[in-house]
């Protein structure tokens, strides 16, 4: 039958906003199981590059954006400010990239 396999995808949650995402390169364990474990990122800020470690993950999901997985990633980290910060981490599977988005 034509489409059958699209259930097998999961719901899509429609398209994923772009305008405040932020390529950031991610330290990342992998266990045994597979289970993705987000330690720190870099990302860069002028002409600087900025180190948050380590990173919290409060809450982690699995999405479909307009067909395109990604693996969400709720956190905080605690800046040089000493002031605690909440962000997303976007894992691209197809791409292999992530990407930060600063909770407004």
């Known amino acids: 039958m034509f489409g059958m396999d699209l259930y097998e995808l999961g719901p899509d949650h429609g398209e994923?906003?772009?305008?405040?995402?932020q390529e950031v390169a991610v330290d990342c364990w992998?266990?045994?199981?597979?289970?993705?474990?987000?330690r720190r990122m870099k990302c860069r800020e002028g002409d600087q590059?900025?180190?948050?470690?380590?990173?919290?993950?409060?809450?982690?999901?699995?999405?479909r954006y307009a067909g395109v997985l990604v693996h969400?990633?709720?956190?905080?980290?605690?800046?040089?400010?000493g002031t605690n910060q909440e962000f997303s981490l976007l894992f691209y599977v197809e791409q292999c990239?992530?990407?930060a988005c600063l909770k407004s």
Not at 16 to 21: E, K, M, P, R
Not at 30 to 38: H, I, L, N
Request: hydrophobic share 45%; proline share 5%; glycine share 2%.
């Open 30 to 38: 992998f266990t045994s199981a597979g289970r993705m474990m987000p």
């Open 72 to 81: 969400v990633f709720y956190c905080k980290a605690q800046l040089v400010s």
């Open 49 to 63: 590059i900025l180190t948050i470690d380590p990173i919290t993950v409060l809450k982690e999901e699995e999405n």
């Open 97 to 99: 990239l992530w990407k």
């Open 16 to 21: 994923l906003h772009s305008w405040n995402q």
